[in-house]
Antibody
Framework: QVHLVESGGGVVQPGRSLRLSCAAS????????VHWVRQAPGKGLEWVAF????????YYADSVKGRFTISRDNSKNTLFLQMNTLRAEDTAVYFC???????????????WGQGTLVTVSS | DIQVTQSPSSLSASLGDRVTITCRAS??????LSWYQQKPGQAPTLLIYAASRLQSGVPSRFSGSESGTDFTLTISSLQPEDVATYYC?????????FGPGTKVDIK
């Protein structure tokens, strides 16, 4: 059974950094693209970042470009999101999500983690 | 970047009613659209991919269709467990874009 578990969220001051992790199990992690999606309190879903199955391709939303870095360690079945220069508007629940088909991008997200809350506040 | 609108933003319907939600893309996206259901406090779940393909395990009362750049999610007979917010996702090309969501509840 596919399982994605995010961790690393918390309260952080504006301008500081935070690193999120997403541990994957139940499937061959290195075969799938993965994404980060966030949801501000009471708001809709916002796609944040993508990384290809082998880590060779990355793409970011304009709202985080230059501040966030997506990476993965296929040997440890783990996805990361390094978030620097955090702003109040980055406050959200951050979800990791798996691309549906092996290797193929673009595609729908067929599995999601439960999310980790990031609060940016002084 | 591709833009997407979604309507209505909310709706109330009776049990057993047919419910339709529409997303419109700003340009041709072929069948590169998927639909998600999100219940309060939970992660989204995939309902429909490639515009009209039902994800495994999803009840058959959910269906998707497309006409040009218009995409529709239909619930054929609304059930109590369908109370949720529904989102479309344009996953045709990066960057991906979510619709703003449609909140569905029971009248």
């Amino acid at each position: 059974q596919v399982h994605l578990v995010e961790s690393g969220g918390g309260v952080v001051q504006p301008g500081r950094s935070l690193r999120l992790s997403c541990a994957a199990s139940g499937f061959i992690f290195s075969n799938h693209a993965v994404h980060w999606v966030r949801q501000a309190p009471g708001k809709g879903l916002e796609w944040v970042a993508f990384i290809s199955h082998d880590g060779s391709n990355k793409y970011y939303a304009d709202s985080v470009k230059g501040r966030f870095t997506i990476s993965r360690d296929n040997s440890k079945n783990t996805l990361f999101l390094q978030m620097n220069t955090l702003r109040a508007e980055d406050t959200a629940v951050y979800f990791c999500a798996r691309g549906r088909r092996v290797v193929v991008v673009p595609d729908a997200f067929d599995s999601w983690g439960q999310g980790t809350l990031v609060t940016v506040s002084s | 970047d591709i833009q997407v609108t979604q309507s209505p933003s909310s709706l109330s319907a009776s049990l057993g009613d047919r419910v339709t939600i529409t997303c419109r893309a700003s340009q041709d996206i072929s069948n590169g659209l998927s639909w998600y259901q999100q219940k309060p406090g939970q992660a989204p779940t995939l309902l429909i991919y490639a515009a009209s393909r039902l994800q495994s395990g999803v009840p058959s009362r959910f269906s998707g269709s497309e006409s040009g750049t218009d995409f529709t999610l239909t619930i054929s007979s609304l059930q109590p467990e369908d109370v949720a917010t529904y989102y479309c996702l344009v996953n045709y090309i990066l960057p991906f874009t979510f619709g703003p969501g449609t909140k569905v509840d029971i009248k």
